[in-house]
């Protein structure tokens, strides 16, 4: 059984470094540096309601990053913005996913996690391991060589972007995501404070720690324990490791959060432990909402964005 009450309190087994806070605003600081620079190509797909652009911008270390942009065939207001971040090893999808969102009102950026499925590079140089996933890439040397580390800046620099379009209120800037793409949205909404509103399924890298206790070669968190069987199977760097993996951990970043959030959960998720994700959820001191189907797990969650649509429509 599901021990709901114990959740709504557990505030995660997390170890927040002292120097989290200090460490991300150095790094944002880097990001900031970087010239607001990007280039736009335009893509013939038909629509009366909606234009379609491939956008790349250079991102921390070098590493080009693509993005897609749709926007009303009008832009006669100051648009809403919406930021996308995609799922697990997979890309931002196909354009028409978003036209809906364009028809509304809103101008799209949907990004590419780096050296996923899309298009963006990965330039992240290790002489560690790097088998079954993204997590461990770079852990070997250290916080300032994580992955995610730069996956986080670029959802910082992606917002940067959107919000400087003169047809886009950066008043009003929307992030979505579901699994991984859950976790970029809270990170950004965590690095970029400003951020109106954010809707999240599910999110995946959260309480490292927790995640690992239960059952790690079972769900999303696989990467970790294959990492311990075959890097360090005495656990000899076990503290090291954990240690690291409290800087791109979502519960540290949850307090950072000033947007309103929404969050969709299945109570049955074994990819991404319902238990993990209250972690963070539980962290977030700005105003939220957390809605839990019992049958479901890491799944489509039916009716949840025609009951809450409204939340994009304030």
Not at 92 to 116: H, P, T
Not at 234 to 247: P, S, V
Request: charged share 20%; net charge negative; aromatic share 16%.
């Amino acid at each position: 059984m599901f021990d709901w009450n114990t959740w709504k309190d557990y505030k995660g087994s997390g170890q927040k470094p002292s120097d989290f806070d200090s460490w991300w605003d150095q790094n944002l600081a880097e990001m900031d540096a970087l010239a607001l620079d990007y280039q736009l190509t335009a893509v013939d797909i038909p629509s009366n309601v909606a234009n379609f652009y491939q956008l790349y911008f250079t991102g921390v270390q070098g590493a080009k990053v693509h993005c897609q942009l749709i926007t009303p065939k009008k832009l006669d207001k100051s648009h809403k913005g919406m930021l996308l971040f995609h799922g697990y090893h997979t890309n931002s999808g196909d354009f028409q996913d978003k036209i809906a969102w364009a028809a509304e009102g809103f101008v799209v950026l949907a990004i590419d996690a780096r050296g996923q499925g899309g298009l963006s590079e990965n330039l992240t140089q290790t002489s560690g391991g790097t088998m079954r996933g993204l997590i461990i890439r770079g852990i070997e040397e250290g916080r300032d060589n994580l992955y995610f580390r730069n996956v986080f800046l670029d959802t910082a620099q992606a917002a940067k972007i959107l919000k400087s379009f003169d047809y886009v209120d950066e008043n009003k800037i929307y992030a979505q995501g579901g699994s991984q793409g859950g976790a970029l949205t809270l990170a950004c909404a965590g690095l970029v404070p400003d951020i109106h509103r954010v809707f999240v399924s599910y999110p995946f890298l959260t309480d490292y720690r927790k995640a690992y206790e239960l059952y790690p070669q079972t769900s999303a968190y696989e990467e970790i324990a294959y990492w311990f069987q075959f890097r360090d199977p005495l656990h000899k760097r076990e503290d090291e490791i954990f240690n690291t993996l409290e800087y791109i951990d979502i519960q540290h970043f949850a307090p950072r959060i000033k947007a309103q959030v929404f969050w969709a959960i299945g109570l049955r998720d074994t990819i991404c432990p319902p238990i993990t994700q209250f972690a963070s959820y539980n962290n977030i001191l700005a105003k939220k909402e957390i809605v839990a189907l019992a049958e479901y797990g890491h799944e489509y969650l039916p009716r949840i964005y025609d009951e809450y649509r409204s939340f994009f429509f304030d």
